[in-house]
Every structure is written in structure tokens, then in C-alpha cells.
């Protein structure tokens, strides 16, 4: 059953994301579930989000549909990230996504299991050639899961550009949903564009609610160059109570509007700026997703690209003037913040840092008592200063304020000369008094690893095997009433690393779900044979202590 109300594409919002046909638009629903969100495009993830996600009712098997004819131009199963996911590209120039899906169709998943046992791998990513698996629209493709990067059931659904694999707003086709709830203000916050070197929290300034659609703030006076910074979330209507990012925010001086920016298109690769039009600050110590209302220095942001202002408020040139901040949601639900600033002479207050001057243009190998530290250019966004220290065995590279936009090697002095140990070692990254694994090589003098962020690191070992165990079946049980053959696969310290798993000597595919430490085998591939089985799991984590698990079972 079709739950959108689908609505013909105006020539309007075809002229608004450059494509050259303008023909009308009449897009299947792509999940069988009440268009309710759980994301909205653009907002704050780990990068910003290029899709919407749709709620599948708080279970996993909702029907997913393709919501035009075309033929699949990827498919893929990840253990993290989209998980199973779907690309379908469609005659009219748009490729649609469907991720974190549970299953595939029938039709679909007879593909990817002969693939995945032609390869002996869990996780595959093939392109079928051009018309190989076609699909008609409305036709069912799969159903909603919670694989990859998942972390509760939902549709991530994408609609981009085919040529330029742009993510565009699957809102701009059309798709109408209810949404009567203007978008919220937590908070306001002042950001120091003065002093871009060292980077410190935003101020916070409290606001409070006038009516329902306005809040205010007392008069705010600033003598450096400062950022405007908000706390916002939308909601769609009462009830449902996800926390969605807004759609598009005005910057009014004066009642004049000086910038804007609103989310219909992000290109893949400007998503990393995130890091910067969110401060990382506030994100990293306060979990506060502060949204700056200026273009961030150094960022190359398609949807910035059409203001001549950006956005820094100077103390010289607005002395005395109202500022107002609108956000909107997509049905044009609007907030407005409202306050006044006043512009004041620079204070000559002499601060002194302490640090090595990083710029982002010049490629730095710093030694710290035989610690070594190998930057290239650009792995920051911004020049800063890097406070680093290498004392007993750990080496402190300053407090996480600063984000990086590539990585850089540290490497640790290591004299082992035991070989188990030395395999077992690795650089491990401290926080909260506990050791998180980092991928780590070793040489005749060093243990070294990337990483990418700042904080404490030191060399830690891990010496214990993974641990197995079965959820559903003993040895030598019967489980011909059973769907699956399922384990529990974990490691603490250095992580999975890889597993095979054998039925009677042939390989057998068990999918692997890490954030339940899950693996599990369908009955329904037909490679179990009547009677009894032989079970064997080979398996090994980070460092490579290995293991292996034996069972027979009958059917």
C-alpha cells in the first residue's frame, strides 16, 4: 500500500538540483510503514547525514520497495556502515539507496549468496553490469533490518544525483508527511574566531522562550571576532519523540538577511566538514551539537557557496544591531531567536600559549624522547597549537579540541624481544582509565598506528582469544526445529578480526552483526545434511590469538 500522498515534480525543484529533464516525478513509497522520521537529511552523524530515515514501526521485516523501475548498480554486505544495502539507478538521472536492510528479496539474495560462497566471504560489494537484475517500480527489493552502523530498526534511504553521485533531499520529491511542531532552540553560543590557533569551548549564553515561536536572549556585547553557534533539534509532531536536524537557517542583521544555507544537496566529498560546521569542542567534552551559523575557515561547502557574507560577526563593523536567527523544518515550521549586540573595543589582554605551531600547508616529524610523530599537510583543518609529551611510556599528544581531516602516525619505542609478546602488543589510545585498540604495525624500533584524534596513547597487549559460545543448539543437539545456527563471537580488547566456519569440511556462510556479537548461519542455504554435522569454527581477533570451536550437531 502506497502511504505517500505523490505529488507531480514541479519544473521549480527540478531547476533547484540542475537536472536537465523535466519530467514529472511520481516516486513509489519505499517502505511499507507510516512516513515517520528518525533522521532528516543534512543533519549531525558522523558525517552529515545523506539521507532520510524512515521508522519501521520499532521492528525489523517491513517491505521495502524500489520506488522507480531501473536496475541494481551495487549491492553490498558490510558488517558496519550501510550494512546490506541496495543501489538502484533509474532511466531519469537518479540512483536511489536502501541501507541497513535484514534481508534481501528472494530474486536478490539468490544473487549474493552465490557470490558470497563463490568468494567464501561474509561481506561482499559487487556491480552488476548495466540491465543484469532489472526492477519495476513498486517492486519488493527487501525488507527493513538493522545491519551495518545501525542502532535500532530503520530505513536509511538516499536519492542522488547518477552522474555526479550527489545526495540529494528525498524530501524535494515531494514526499508529504506530517510535521506541525516548529523546530526547537536549546541554546545560543559565542564562538572566538579571533584566536584560531588555540581552540577553547564556545560561551554559552542562556535564552528564554517568548511564545510559541520565539525566543530572546539580554544583549550580548563581544570585542574579538565571534561565530553565532545553536543547539536545535525538530521534532515532526508530539508523540514522536526523535530529535531530527532542522532543514534550512537564516542569519538576519538588522532585519536584513545576510547568509542562509539550507540542505538539498551534499556532495560526498565535503562530508568530512562536519567536523567543522559542528563545534568539535562542544561535541567531544559537552555531547552538545552546537551548529555554527558562519562559514567555518577553510571549508569547501557546496550549499555555503551563495553567501557574499560569512556570517563572522566584527566588532568594527556591527557596533549596535538586532540579529535574528531563523530555522526552519521542511514544512516551514519556523523559529525565530531574537538579540541584540553591541560591538566593543578589543581588551589587551597579552595571553601567552605554550606549543608547537602546526601549519596545515607543511608536512612535520617531531621527536619526543624517542617518540615520533609524522603529520603531513592537511591533516588539520585549521593552523594550531600541539602541546605533545612522552613520559613513561605514554605519549600525550594535548587535550582531543581539534579535529583532523586525514590522519597521522605515532610510533612508540619498543624493545621486545619476545616474539608472542611483541604479536600480541599493540598502541592502544587511553581514556577514562580504559585502553581502546588501534590497528597497529611493528618494526625492528617502533610499534606504530594512525590515529585520529588527539589524547594519550601508550603500548598495551592483549593476550587473551576471543570467546565463543552457542545461543541456540548444545553438542550433539538436534536442530532440525531450528532457523538458524547461532554464536556468540566476542573479543574485549583488540576486536574480531576474522572467522571462517565449516559444515562437514565445506565452507559454510555465517553472517556476523558486531554490535550484538552475533554469528549466525540460515538453515534455509541448504548445506546441511541429514543426520549428523561437523561444525568447525576457525577464528582470530586483532593481534592474532586464535581459536577454534567443534561441534556436531544433527538434523
Do not use: C
Amino acid at each position: 500500500m502506497n502511504l505517500f500522498l505523490r505529488i507531480l515534480f514541479t519544473s521549480f525543484f527540478i531547476l533547484n538540483y540542475n537536472q536537465t529533464s523535466s519530467q514529472d516525478l511520481d516516486f513509489h513509497t519505499p517502505i511499507d510503514a507510516p512516513f515517520d522520521l528518525s533522521g532528516t537529511f543534512g543533519e549531525y552523524r558522523s558525517r552529515f547525514h545523506t539521507g532520510i530515515d524512515f521508522k519501521s514501526r520499532g521492528v525489523q521485516g517491513q517491505k521495502i520497495f524500489s520506488i522507480e523501475e531501473g536496475y541494481v548498480s551495487r549491492i553490498e554486505v558490510n558488517n558496519y556502515g550501510y550494512g546490506k544495502v541496495i543501489y538502484i539507478d533509474h532511466p531519469n538521472g537518479y540512483t536511489s539507496v536502501y541501507a541497513h536492510l535484514k534481508d534481501f528479496s528472494t530474486e536478490l539474495d539468490k544473487f549474493v549468496k552465490g557470490e558470497q560462497y563463490k568468494l567464501r566471504k561474509s561481506t561482499i560489494k559487487k556491480f552488476p553490469k548495466k540491465g543484469e537484475i532489472k526492477v519495476e517500480k513498486g517492486q519488493l527489493i527487501g525488507y527493513s533490518g538493522n545491519t551495518g552502523g545501525s542502532f535500532g530498526p530503520h530505513l536509511h534511504f538516499e536519492i542522488r544525483d547518477t552522474k555526479t553521485q550527489d545526495a540529494l533531499n528525498p524530501l524535494m520529491f515531494n514526499y508529504e508527511y506530517l510535521d506541525n511542531e516548529r523546530p526547537i532552540i536549546r541554546g545560543l553560543y559565542l564562538i572566538d574566531e579571533e584566536n584560531t590557533l588555540v581552540s577553547s569551548l564556545p560561551s554559552k549564553k542562556e535564552i528564554r522562550k517568548l511564545n510559541d515561536s520565539t525566543y530572546t536572549t539580554n544583549d550580548i556585547e563581544f570585542s574579538n571576532k565571534t561565530g553565532l553557534g545553536i543547539d536545535i533539534y525538530d521534532i515532526q509532531y508530539k508523540g514522536l519523540f526523535n530529535r531530527n536536524g532542522v532543514y534550512k537557517v537564516d542569519l538576519y542583521i538588522d532585519s536584513l538577511l545576510v547568509y542562509s544555507f539550507k540542505m538539498d544537496r551534499i556532495k560526498f566529498s565535503q562530508n568530512h566538514y562536519r567536523k567543522i560546521m559542528y563545534d568539535y569542542m562542544s561535541a567531544v567534552k559537552n555531547k552538545k551539537r552546537v551548529l555554527k551559523v558562519y562559514t567555518p575557515q577553510n571549508a569547501d561547502l557546496s550549499f555555503l557557496e551563495n553567501n557574499n557574507f560569512n556570517g563572522i560577526l566584527d566588532p568594527t563593523e556591527h557596533l549596535d544591531s538586532y540579529i535574528s536567527i531563523r530555522v526552519s523544518d521542511w514544512n516551514k515550521n519556523s523559529s525565530h531567536l531574537n538579540f541584540k549586540i553591541k560591538g566593543t573595543e578589543s581588551k589587551d589582554d597579552i595571553k601567552s600559549y605554550d606549543g608547537i605551531e602546526i601549519l596545515t600547508n607543511q608536512d612535520y616529524e617531531i621527536n619526543k624522547n624517542s617518540s615520533v610523530i609524522e603529520i603531513k599537510k592537511n591533516t588539520f583543518y585549521n593552523d594550531l597549537l600541539l602541546n605533545i609529551s612522552y613520559r613513561e611510556d605514554t605519549l600525550d599528544l594535548g587535550e582531543d579540541k581539534d579535529p583532523f581531516r586525514n590522519s597521522m602516525i605515532i610510533k612508540l619505542p619498543q624493545l621486545i624481544s619476545d616474539t608472542l609478546e611483541l604479536r600480541q602488543s599493540f598502541i592502544g589510545k587511553i581514556k577514562d582509565k580504559k585502553i581502546t585498540y588501534l590497528n597497529s604495525r611493528k618494526d625492528d624500533s617502533y610499534i606504530y598506528a594512525n590515529t585520529s584524534s588527539l589524547g594519550k596513547y601508550t603500548i598495551s597487549r592483549d593476550t587473551i582469544k576471543p570467546e565463543i559460545k552457542p545461543i541456540n543448539f548444545k553438542q550433539n543437539s538436534n536442530i532440525s526445529n531450528r532457523s538458524t545456527i547461532r554464536l556468540r563471537l566476542k573479543d574485549e580488547m583488540s576486536g574480531i578480526k576474522s572467522y571462517n566456519a565449516y559444515l562437514n569440511g565445506k565452507w559454510a556462510l555465517f553472517e556476523y552483526e558486531p554490535k550484538s556479537n552475533l554469528i549466525f548461519h540460515k538453515i534455509s542455504d541448504n548445506i546441511i545434511n541429514e543426520g549428523e554435522n561437523i561444525l568447525l569454527i576457525n577464528y582470530q581477533d586483532g593481534v592474532g590469538n586464535k581459536g577454534v570451536y567443534k561441534a556436531t550437531i544433527y538434523y
